[in-house]
């Protein structure tokens, strides 16, 4: 990837934060999520996650209710740190031309639980876009049933010329009521 192309991005990504009035920082986390789940889409991983959470918000609403910094996803293959490691090193080495680079190397994960018989992990990744560091966080949750099954969706992009992810997803209705339940319980 060029120089030129990743400060053109980081350029473009300063615009949009401009004319969204929104902080600088919280567009280059939402494009680095934004272009992790792109790659997660073109790797051989992707029928092994479907996106849940806040994230959701931006596929049902043109402003999403609130910021994130984490993608949630619902994982179907191996939960062990190892082999989600590597899962997650391969998605990051898929190579986009999209001005930003994911460094492999940097791919740590850890077990996460939030209540007694909930395992899932915590993904972190960093994402460089003409010097600018992005912290990418994916917290993934394994064990879950989803009925009705999933639904594919484009994922909307910041910059209209990249390429958008279609990933699995949770039906919008099992989406609502996953955010009113933990909502509820103050988590």
């Known amino acids: 990837m060029t120089k030129g192309l990743a400060a053109s ?3 473009r990504l300063l615009n949009v934060a401009k004319a969204q ?11 680095a999520l934004e272009r992790m789940l792109y790659r997660l889409s073109q790797s051989k991983h992707a029928d092994q996650f479907l996106l849940k959470g806040a994230l959701l918000f931006a596929l049902w609403y043109d402003m999403p209710h609130r910021p994130t ?23 990051a080495g898929v ?6 680079i994911f460094d ?12 007694a018989g909930y395992a899932g992990a915590q993904v972190l990744i ?6 600018a560091r992005c912290k990418t966080q994916i917290d993934i949750g394994f064990g879950d049933a989803v009925t009705p099954g999933p ?7 910041l910059l ?28």
Not at 81 to 91: C, E, P, Y
Not at 104 to 115: F, L, M, Q
Not at 151 to 157: F, G, K, L, M, R
């Open 104 to 115: 492999p190397a940097t791919v740590s994960v850890e077990e996460i639980r939030k209540d």
């Open 126 to 131: 960093t994402g460089e876009i003409a010097k």
């Open 160 to 187: 209209e010329d990249l390429s958008a992810a279609n990933i699995p997803r949770l039906y919008r209705r099992l989406g609502k009521a996953s955010r009113h339940c933990l909502a509820r319980h103050d988590q």
């Open 9 to 11: 991005v980081r350029a």
């Open 21 to 31: 009035g929104t902080d600088f920082n919280q567009v280059l986390v939402r494009f």
């Open 95 to 100: 190579d986009v031309e999209d001005g930003i």
């Open 151 to 157: 639904v594919h969706a484009i994922y909307p992009v």
């Open 69 to 91: 910094r984490d993608a949630d996803l619902l994982g179907f293959g191996p939960s062990d740190l190892a082999s989600i490691t590597q899962t997650f090193r391969d998605i």
